[in-house]
């Protein structure tokens, strides 16, 4: 029997804004965790996700940026090791806010050290372009940090009414 599909945690969910903490057992469930992850991804139509987006607070994320089954990428206990100096814009959305697109600036590359769903060191060398993008947004999500945190404050008065309407939505 299929799991239950797992629920997105959209803005104004606390656990978004949480630290979440990180994985020390690499189990069957962690796995599982995972794939479910990556099958959620893929029906939201996103290219990546971290754990506290499904209500998990937990150092792990899923990234696919290549829409196929052997490029997706599964990152626990992930960490920024260096990123360069040079800046990007470009246009981000998150599945936690939907409805909401914000160009956002942010190292052209980075270089990730993590661990894989084994424990296994797995380290991600100068990723560039969108894939370096959706790295450092997942990572955002495991310090509690979301798009609007990336914007001014005379944008983020521009959001309120969305985000309102987000926050309402989430308990209907
Ligand atoms: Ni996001």
Do not use: W
């Not at 104004?12 to 630290?19: E, I, S």
């Not at 696919?64 to 990123?83: K, R, W």
């Not at 990007?88 to 894989?116: F, Y």
Request: proline share 5%.
């Amino acid at each position: 029997m299929k799991a239950p599909e797992l629920e997105l945690s959209r803005y104004g969910d606390p656990v978004l804004r949480k630290t979440a903490l990180p994985v020390e057992k690499f189990d069957e469930e962690l796995t599982e965790l995972a794939d479910r992850m990556i099958e959620t991804m893929r029906r939201e139509d996103g290219i990546g996700l971290a754990a506290p987006q499904v209500g998990e607070p937990l150092r792990l994320i899923v990234v696919d940026t290549s829409h196929d089954e052997a490029g997706v990428h599964v990152l626990v206990n992930p960490e920024i090791v260096s990123s360069s100096a040079e800046n990007e814009a470009d246009d981000e959305g998150c599945l936690s806010l939907p409805g909401i697109t914000l160009a956002i600036k942010r190292p052209a590359r980075v270089s990730v050290k993590a661990q894989n769903i084994k424990g296994e060191p797995y380290t991600i060398e100068n990723a560039e372009g969108l894939f370096a993008r959706a790295l450092q947004h997942e990572i955002d999500h495991l310090n509690g940090i979301l798009l609007v945190d990336h914007v001014s404050s005379v944008q983020r008065a521009l959001l309120r009414g969305k985000l309102k309407k987000i926050t309402e939505a989430r308990h209907d």
